[in-house]
């Protein structure tokens, strides 16, 4: 599936820069353009991937280059005011070449977090194609102003969106890790469960395995609805590394290439479907009343089967309660691991969100308390007891 990304604020930046370095990196070819948006210079400039002309400085008139502060409120405003710039970059993209729209962005800021519903809404009003975002969730050990900011844009962006698909930080928090190097692999993270689910509609149907190629119609089917996505993701070795070297995770794979059965193909494809949808998802919740789920494996096509595929598919509906499970192949000959990867779509149950929202009125209640609080104690500093002091004007 081809895609228009647009990278919003420092994360949306990083996470897209990070999204090319996947597809040079696989040749899967998933994204079509690349346009990173921000209103500070330096994040811009950090970027390696993206061309230069596709990075946009917006807000300058206000913030002269240098962000707006985790102020999502500000991040809005200048979004709306500088639409027009952004356009302009996407202007150049082959619209009609692309698929869809994924607008990446970190919620907790300030630029990506205002501006990522904003550009949402407005591609929706211009093209016809869907507009998907990509919403990152604060941890919760970044504070109240966060996740205040992200449960305000969380509830703006899924409505401007025809699906947000979420990412909580929190759920892949290391303690013990500095934030830089947590981010590196959270991202890495991101792009390899993204970046297979979207590579998989790219592959021909009919191509390299004549079986069940999932097509980006199938992707889009499953995110049209609207609502809220997350996405399961699991993996098994299946390569002997060369010159002899058996790698260590191989196990059961032993002696398994070509004498590998039909029933042993299935069993692991089923394994693989259960560990991703009740292994970590990218946003925690119930499986249990998702409306929707796509269900991806991926790897060299002699591990790969419709009867395994069509069982863990089955299992996906039990467990979803949905009638509506997709499910197909992702055939790459050359990787070394069977990975299946699961779309749940339309998820309702999500404990976190509620969590989320709780933390987000007890800060804002809380930042009304202080406000009023300072405002007091600076009238008590300034004014003398007496009122006996005169201002000079
Ligand atoms: P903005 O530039 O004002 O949009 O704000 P940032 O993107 O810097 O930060 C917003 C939020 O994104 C932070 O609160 C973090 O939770 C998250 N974040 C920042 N950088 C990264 C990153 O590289 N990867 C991920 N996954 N999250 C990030």
């Not at 507009?131 to 504070?143: M, R």
């Not at 070509?258 to 949808?277: C, E, F, Q």
């Not at 009638?323 to 050359?334: A, L, T």
Request: glycine share 12%; proline share 3%.
């Amino acid at each position: 599936m081809k895609l228009a990304m647009i990278g919003f604020g420092q994360a949306g930046g990083k996470i897209l820069d990070r999204f090319l370095e996947y597809d040079q990196r696989t040749g899967s070819e998933i994204v079509r353009a690349a346009v990173a948006v921000n209103s500070a210079k330096a994040d811009l400039m950090g970027l390696k991937n993206i061309p230069e002309e596709n990075r946009v400085l917006i807000g300058q008139a206000r913030v002269k280059g240098h962000g707006v502060g985790a102020d999502n409120e500000l991040g809005a405003e200048i979004a709306e005011e500088d639409i027009d710039e952004v356009q302009g970059a996407i202007d150049s993209i082959p619209v009609h070449e692309v698929d869809a729209f994924l607008v990446i962005a970190g919620l907790g800021g300030g630029t990506g977090s205002g501006g990522a519903p904003v550009l949402s809404k407005h591609l929706k009003r211009i093209y016809t194609e869907p507009v998907y975002g990509l919403g990152v969730l604060p941890s919760q050990d970044e504070g109240g102003i966060y996740t205040l900011n992200a449960a305000r844009s969380f509830q703006t962006f899924v409505r401007e969106v025809d699906n947000l698909m979420v990412f909580d930080n929190d759920a892949w928090r290391k303690t013990g890790e500095s934030m830089e190097g947590g981010y590196s692999e959270i991202n890495e993270e991101i792009v390899k469960r993204f970046g297979i689910l979207f590579g998989a509609g790219e592959i021909e149907p009919g191509g390299e395995v004549g079986e069940s190629v999932v097509d980006s119609s199938e992707i889009i089917n499953t995110l049209s609805g609207g609502g809220v996505s997350t996405v399961g993701y699991a993996a098994e070795e299946v390569s002997r590394e060369k010159k002899g070297l058996l790698s260590r995770f191989t196990g059961d794979d032993d002696g398994a290439d070509d004498g590998m059965d039909a029933a042993n193909t299935t069993n692991r494809i089923t394994s693989l479907v259960r560990k991703a949808a009740l292994g970590r998802l990218t946003l925690p919740c119930e499986i249990d009343g998702a409306e929707r789920a796509l269900l991806v494996m991926s790897g060299p096509p002699k591990y790969l089967n419709r009867k395994g595929i069509e069982r863990g598919r089955k299992w996906l509906e039990e467990q979803t309660g949905s009638m509506e499970v997709r499910g197909g192949d992702y055939p790459v000959s050359e990787s070394g691991f069977v990975a299946s990867v699961i779309l749940l779509s339309g998820v309702t149950n999500v404990p976190r969100i509620k969590e989320l929202q709780q933390v987000a009125i007890e800060a804002q209640d809380n930042i009304d308390d202080i406000r009023q609080q300072s405002e007091e104690n600076l009238h008590r500093l300034v004014e003398d007891d007496e009122d006996e002091l005169e201002p000079l004007f």
